[in-house]
């Protein structure tokens, strides 16, 4: 069983264990994901990078819904989600700052030779590789789009 899966198992028995009932829900919703995953991956086996990719599109949808719901006034689902989205940011690498992941822009783009907007796929998927989970596909998506124009 994978590291992170087996965390998050811990996870939910120390919530039973400490009656979070709030924390609890989130991380269910978060290993139903994985279950689901799992089962799309038959006959292969789940991963860490799996698992991860699990993670990052959970977060990405409560980040969403947040947005969804400060349009809509409704504060009380809100801080719901924003609570969710911090249990969940618990097994999210930590997250790179501006200024790093610029500087790892910058570096693909000198070795790609990049100079114009066409290049910008091979610019993403290059930092998306280096910062391995670590930076905001928004934010790159930005920098590289800022570099190249």
Known sequence: MSELKSRIMDDVKAAMKNKEADRLSAIRFLQSAIKNKEIDLRPNEIT???IMGVIKKSAKQRKDSIEQ???AGRQDLVDKEKFELSVIEEYLP???????????????????NAT???DMGAVMKEVQVK??????????????KAKLS
């Open 131 to 144: 910062t391995a989970g670590a930076a905001d596909g928004k934010m790159i998506s930005q920098l590289v």
């Open 69 to 71: 719901y400060e349009k």
């Open 94 to 112: 930590e997250q790179m700052s501006e200024e790093q992941v610029s500087g790892i822009v910058n570096e693909v783009v000198a070795a790609l």
């Open 116 to 118: 114009s907007m066409k």
């Open 48 to 50: 860490d990078e799996d």
